[in-house]
């Protein structure tokens, strides 16, 4: 089964970005840009088609000149929540795509300071904690001899879903009882590992097109866990957020951004062989395309903005001192916005 691959000079790129980005962030903040421009940081996988449909058809700027604005968007392409959070608060972007995890902890942060909260979700696609060692069933299976590959140790949304799982089954006090055994390792990355089997990752908690790939690519790969089991049912978790600054200093930029979204989302909908094109073309995505349409059509998958069974996760975290501030509401950690609708 042919990957969406990561080349040499890809990941040398993104670690040069992150690292850059994280240096940035020790220093003064760069002031947020002028109205009419915006730059958006996505990660890997499927989950960011509706960035890459509102690229590709170019609505953002479309939805610009309605407001009056040329917009200019940069488009930058990150590994790991971590690299997106340090990008944010550097200034080096001022839309971030990570997960819902990553967003909590830089909501927490910045409580009262850069205010970073989320501007929309990217849809509720399940994610899979994929196997390729016969012997674990259950995440109680994982042993000292086992890895699992994540975007972020104990940052990303897979991380913190794996830790959710671990303390619904051991209880709170244990709910990091298997970040020993994780990994920070790019999906494409850690793909081609669970699919060539051989090496100390055996396990790896990813997301669409890659864990599809690797149930495809290899016939002892299994889902041992499914976010949506974690969670409690269909959930939004891939999200965007930004500072309150950029937000209040570029509203009708931001408000284009909010309705290219939307208009992303729908064409999605409407148009998944057009959809599924598009994620080839702006990816440059080595991938069947019979599978991508698969993930695209999957039943379990909604493409839509408004944000769907976030609010667990995140008090979760506050419950076991991931984070200081408790959210009492899915409005506590995003950005009021009619777009959005009822949230949860």
């Known amino acids: 089964m042919p990957l969406f691959t990561s080349t040499p000079s890809r990941r040398l790129g993104a670690a040069f970005l992150s690292l850059s980005v994280a240096i940035m ?3 003064a903040a760069v002031p947020a840009q002028a109205e009419g421009t915006i730059r958006i940081a996505e990660q890997f996988g499927v989950v960011y088609l509706l960035l890459n449909v509102a690229r590709d058809q170019k609505l953002i700027e479309q939805e610009g000149k309605k407001e009056g604005v040329d917009i200019k968007v940069d488009w930058l392409k990150l590994s790991g929540g971590a690299a997106v959070n340090d990008a944010l608060l550097s200034g080096s972007i001022d839309i971030a795509g990570a997960g819902v995890g990553p967003l ?12 970073v909260k989320g501007v929309a979700s990217l849809g509720n696609i399940p994610y899979y904690l994929v196997s390729n060692n016969p012997n674990v069933k259950t995440i109680a299976d994982f042993t000292g001899k086992d890895r699992i590959a994540v975007p972020a140790v104990s940052v990303s949304v897979q991380s913190r879903v794996l830790q959710y799982a671990a303390a619904k089954r051991w209880g709170d006090k244990e709910y990091d009882r298997l970040d020993k055994f994780t990994q920070a390792v790019p999906h494409p990355d850690a793909a081609a590992a669970i699919i060539a089997g051989g090496t ?16 495809a690519g290899n016939p002892k790969a299994h889902i041992v866990l499914n976010s949506y089991d974690v969670l409690g049912g269909p959930s939004s978790s891939t999200v965007l957020y930004a500072t309150e600054k950029f937000r209040d200093s570029n509203p009708k930029t931001y408000r284009a951004f909010i309705a290219a979204l939307s208009d992303a989302a729908k064409f999605v909908s409407a148009n998944p062989e057009a959809a599924a094109d598009i994620y080839i073309r702006v990816n440059n995505a080595k991938i069947d395309r019979n599978l991508l349409l698969g993930i695209i059509k999957n039943p379990q998958t909604q493409f839509k903005i408004t944000p769907q069974n976030t609010l667990g996760l995140a008090q979760f975290m506050y419950r076991v001192g991931a984070i200081k501030n408790e959210p009492k509401s899915w409005q506590d950690y995003f950005f009021t916005d009619p777009a959005l609708g009822a949230g949860s």
């Open 104 to 115: 909590m902890t830089i909501w927490d942060r910045t409580h009262g300071k850069q205010n």
């Open 25 to 27: 962030s020790l220093g």
């Open 200 to 215: 100390e990752i055996s396990g790896h908690f990813g997301n669409p097109p890659f864990q599809e790939q690797e149930l």
